[in-house]
C-alpha cells in the first residue's frame, strides 16, 4: 500500500508550486515598478507565505509519511536536504520580496489591505536584499524544477511510490 502524504498537505504542495510558478512569471524589477507595482506579484507571492505556515504546522503534526526505507541512504539524505532547502526559499522569497518592496517605499496592499513595510524606505538602488530576491526566484525555480524532476525520476526509471505519495489516492 502507497503511503501518501496526508490530503491537506497534497492540496498544499500543488496549490503552493502553483502560486511560486505564476509569482514567478510575473516578477518584475526595474524603475517603473515604482510608479506600477506589479501587485498580482505580490499576492502570489504572499499566498506562499500564508501556505507555507499551516504546511508546516501539519508535517509537524504528522501529515508527511517516512520516506521509503528501502529507498537508497544517499537518496533519502538528498531528499531531506532537497525539502529543506526547498522550505527554506518558500519562507525567505516572500519575506524578501516584502522587504524589497518596503525598501523601494511600494505599499503592498493586498485584497485593498495594506500590509506594514518591514523596513524603511531607502534611494534608489533598492539594495541587497532586492537583488537576492530576484536572483534567488530564479534559483529557486531551478531547484523546484530539479525537484520536479526527481520525482518523475522515481516514477519512471526507479517505478517507485514516490510520486503517487504526493498525489491523491
Ligand atoms: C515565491 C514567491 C516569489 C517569487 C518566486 C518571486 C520572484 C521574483 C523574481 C524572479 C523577481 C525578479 C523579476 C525581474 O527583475 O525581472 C522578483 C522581483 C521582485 N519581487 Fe518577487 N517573488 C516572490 C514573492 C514576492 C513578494 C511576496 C513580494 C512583495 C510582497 C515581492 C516583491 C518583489 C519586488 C519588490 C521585486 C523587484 C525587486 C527589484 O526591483 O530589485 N516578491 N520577484
Ligand atoms: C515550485 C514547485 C514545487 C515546490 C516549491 C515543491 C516543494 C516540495 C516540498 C517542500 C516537499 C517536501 C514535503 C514534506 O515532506 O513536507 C515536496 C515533496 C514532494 N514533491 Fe514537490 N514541490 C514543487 C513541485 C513539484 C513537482 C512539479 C512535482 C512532480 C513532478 C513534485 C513532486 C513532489 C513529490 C512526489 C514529493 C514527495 C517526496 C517524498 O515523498 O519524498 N513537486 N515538494
Same mark, same amino acid.
Given at each position: 500500500m502507497v503511503q501518501r502524504y496526508s490530503k491537506f498537505m497534497i492540496v498544499l504542495h500543488w496549490l503552493t508550486a502553483i502560486c511560486v510558478v505564476i509569482a514567478w512569471f510575473l516578477g518584475e524589477g526595474g524603475p517603473q515598478i515604482l510608479k506600477n507595482p506589479p501587485t498580482v506579484h505580490f499576492a502570489f507571492g504572499l499566498a506562499v507565505l500564508v501556505l507555507v505556515v499551516p504546511r508546516l504546522i501539519a508535517r509537524l503534526a504528522g501529515g508527511a509519511p517516512r520516506l @521509503?526505507?528501502?529507498?537508497?541512504p544517499l537518496l533519502q539524505l538528498a531528499a531531506k536536504t532537497g525539502h529543506a532547502v526547498l522550505y527554506a526559499f518558500l519562507i525567505a522569497m516572500p519575506l524578501s520580496g516584502w522587504y524589497a518592496a518596503s525598501a523601494l517605499g511600494i505599499p503592498v496592499t493586498v485584497f485593498g489591505v495594506t500590509l506594514p513595510a518591514l523596513t524603511a524606505p531607502i534611494q534608489q538602488p533598492p539594495g541587497i536584499v532586492a537583488d537576492l530576491h530576484s536572483n534567488g526566484g530564479t534559483v529557486f525555480l531551478v531547484i523546484a524544477g530539479l525537484h520536479g524532476l526527481m520525482a518523475l525520476y522515481h516514477h519512471?526509471?526507479?517505478? @517507485?511510490d514516490t510520486l503517487r505519495r504526493m498525489t491523491p489516492a
Open positions: @521509503d526505507p528501502r529507498s537508497a519512471f526509471v526507479l517505478k @517507485d
